[in-house]
Nanobody, 127 residues
Framework: QGQLMESGGDSVQAGGSLRLSCEAPGYPSDKCVAWFRQAPGKEREAVATIYTGSGATYIGDSFRGRFHISQDGNKNTIYLQMNDLKSEDTAMYYC?????????????????????WGQGTQVTVST
């Protein structure tokens, strides 16, 4: 298993879109991958999760309709598509992986569940 690596963060205007990527080299096809984010002064929160074995996806309630999680055919790249970005979306976005045969939805995805983390990619939304 290699190091998780996020990319795609950028500075955008409100209403814009971004797609974040998470590379997960050397991981098994069956795992739980999550996107978390953390804004300054706030707790790290789960945004979306995907169980790569089946492709089942889970989107946090406050993100449903704007954010979408998916994976490539090799199950080693996980995406977070973010649309209609708002200033409140400004945060460091992290990819996390947990080699397990299930995956919690974001409401139940605790930070401590995930032993593997990327370094984060910054998303800044201006108005």
């Amino acid at each position: 298993q290699g190091q998780l690596m996020e990319s795609g963060g950028d500075s955008v205007q409100a209403g814009g879109s971004l797609r974040l990527s998470c590379e997960a080299p050397g991981y098994p096809s069956d795992k739980c991958v999550a996107w978390f984010r953390q804004a300054p002064g706030k707790e790290r929160e789960a945004v979306a999760t995907i169980y790569t074995g089946s492709g089942a996806t889970y989107i946090g309630d406050s993100f449903r309709g704007r954010f979408h999680i998916s994976q490539d055919g090799n199950k080693n790249t996980i995406y977070l598509q973010m649309n209609d970005l708002k200033s409140e979306d400004t945060a460091m976005y992290y990819c996390a992986a947990w080699v397990v045969n299930w995956c919690p939805n974001p409401a139940n995805a605790r930070r401590s569940f995930f032993p593997n983390w990327g370094q984060g990619t910054q998303v800044t939304v201006s108005t």
